[in-house]
């Protein structure tokens, strides 16, 4: 329902968050319960950089999309005001067990909900109060927000890329975002959009002893590397909407964490930037190629950071 007394809600920004959960792990925050000796600067000083910008940027919550909550049947929605429990990274249990306590912005939640389901996408809300929440939202999120202050909603990642083709996934990902900016812009809030995920993703299947031991830590492949940078390069020169077409490519040469739809949900629900992106850094983490980077809508405080 649309509320003409209140001022149009708006995306005022939306992040490339990746959420390898090497780089909670690497800072040593109080809620991790493991210990490190650092690792993966160029990713964690990009990811703190973005953070004190968005610190300056007045937004009332942030919108995550990860692919580590697979939902088979539709697109979900977390639907109760809290969550607090431990989360475990099932692959790494030795780098990252979280103890989180997350609020939730349930009003925005069920009208992003109910906008997709008016639009014909299949929904529903996460009302289980034992509900885990992903790794891939935490570590996003905390990347983004080290303090945690501001309420989060978290979609589901429906596996549209695996059951049908990452084509198909491409096109429900972004209808998704145009509900999604439907229903931000009747909120009258002011949203941050988060897409979680790395880039390339072929990666290594043994561990280093220390896992933070950077002289073992490089691209998996030359051929992900060019992908990679091909596609910051379009970023940098605004073209988001060629970046989402060639997106079912890239995704299948590298074994891409675009199969999600998180990037192409964002990149729709912000209309298809063709404004520069910001770059904040670019490394590998256990093979894996990861990018931070922001898109500012605003000209005024939209930044040439790398
Ligand atoms: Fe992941």
Request: glycine letters at 6%; aromatic letters at 10%; one cysteine or more.
């Amino acid at each position: 329902m649309s509320r003409p007394f209140m001022a149009k809600g708006e995306i005022v920004a939306g992040c490339l968050a990746p959420h390898p959960p090497h780089l909670v792990y690497a800072d040593n925050p109080d809620q991790n319960e493991a210990y490190s000796e650092g690792g993966w600067e160029t990713l964690r000083w990009g990811y703190q950089r973005l953070a004190r910008k968005l610190k300056n940027i007045d937004y009332d919550v942030m919108v995550v999309f990860t692919p580590h909550w697979q939902t088979y049947i539709g697109t979900h929605f977390l639907g109760l005001p809290n969550f607090k429990s431990k989360s475990v990274d099932p692959i790494f249990p030795n780098l990252f067990r979280f103890n989180y306590d997350l609020t939730v912005d349930v009003e925005l939640s069920e009208a992003m909900h109910n906008e997709a389901a008016a639009s014909g996408i299949i929904t529903k809300m996460m009302r289980n109060p034992d509900f885990r929440v992903d790794y891939g939202t935490i570590v996003s999120c905390h990347l983004l927000n080290p303090e945690w202050d501001k309420p989060i909603v978290t979609i589901s990642s429906n596996r549209n890329a695996h059951y049908y083709s990452a084509e198909v996934m491409n096109e429900q990902a972004a209808a998704l975002g145009h509900a999604c900016r439907k229903a931000i812009e009747e909120s009258g809030k002011k949203v941050v959009l988060v897409s979680s995920h790395s880039l390339s993703h072929r990666h290594f299947t043994t561990e280093a002893p220390l896992p933070e031991d950077m002289s073992r830590e490089h691209i998996y492949n030359h051929s992900n590397y060019v992908w990679d940078m091909k596609l910051i390069q379009m970023m940098r020169d605004g073209k988001m909407k060629e970046v989402i077409d060639i997106l079912p490519e890239f995704t299948e040469q590298t074994i891409a964490e675009t199969d999600a739809g998180a990037f192409t949900w964002m990149m729709s629900a912000m209309e298809y930037p063709d404004y520069p992106a910001e770059i904040y850094g670019y490394q590998s983490v256990i093979g894996t190629g990861n990018l931070v980077a922001s898109w500012d809508p605003s000209e005024a405080s939209r930044e040439l950071v790398l």
